[in-house]
């Protein structure tokens, strides 16, 4: 049950200068920070951790919102998932991003929950989506840009672990003894 999830501070949440604020939240629910860096993505590594198989689902995410807000388009899925993913690699690329490790119980839950949903309008508040940010993933890609978002956390346990095995080497990973071990074992 003790897990590892990977969390990245988007290009967006370091401009805006929310990268302590995105770190204090998962850090006071307990979770133990266990590798970190501040790196700019090449487009070719923004690929591999988004790699193309995602455009038919953010195609068909986009078509249904673009329904919901009355958008009409004669676009298929595949060419609106396209141009979605365009936009989300550029937007990871513009800057630099932070990426961290945290291990907890039920950390890729709990990650997730305090990310909030994926698009803005609709994470709840009191998560970080929710709180830092408002536009639709709809909106951003109707607009031609990268809907931000502000970070990435892994979506589940296989995901979290092949994400960190691209974004660590084994040596950048730490194990100490954090305050909330003492209740682990
Ligand atoms: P997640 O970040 O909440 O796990 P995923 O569905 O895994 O969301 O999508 C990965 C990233 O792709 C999102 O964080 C967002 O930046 C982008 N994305 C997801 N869905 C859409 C969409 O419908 N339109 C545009 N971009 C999207
Ligand atoms: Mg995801």
Redesign the pocket.
């Known amino acids: 049950m003790i897990e590892k999830t990977l969390v990245i501070i ?1 290009p967006d949440g370091v401009k805006r200068s929310l990268t302590g604020e995105i770190i204090t939240r998962f850090e006071k629910a307990g979770l133990k920070i266990i590798g970190m860096k501040m790196i700019s993505l090449t487009k070719e590594f923004a690929k591999k951790h ?1 790699p193309e198989d ?1 455009i038919p ?6 078509l ?2 673009w329904k919901e807000m009355g958008i009409k388009t004669e676009k298929d899925e595949k060419t609106i998932g396209r141009d ?2 365009n ?2 690699i550029n ?2 690329t513009e800057g630099p991003v932070v990426a961290f490790v945290l291990e907890g119980v039920h950390a890729v839950e709990v990650v ?1 929950k305090i ?1 909030g ?3 803005p309008h609709k994470a709840q508040p009191g998560t970080v989506r929710g709180d830092y940010s408002h536009i639709s ?2 909106y ?2 109707y607009r031609g840009f ?4 502000l ?5 589940s346990k296989e995901e979290a672990e092949q994400e960190i095995k691209l974004w660590f080497k084994k040596d950048e990973l730490f194990k100490y003894k954090g305050v909330h071990d003492e209740h682990l074992v």
């Open positions: 988007k988004y995602i689902r953010i195609g068909g995410k986009t249904a919102d979605a993913w936009d989300l937007y990871v997730r990310t949903s994926t698009s993933m709809g951003a890609t990268g809907g931000r978002n970070i990435h956390t892994s979506g």
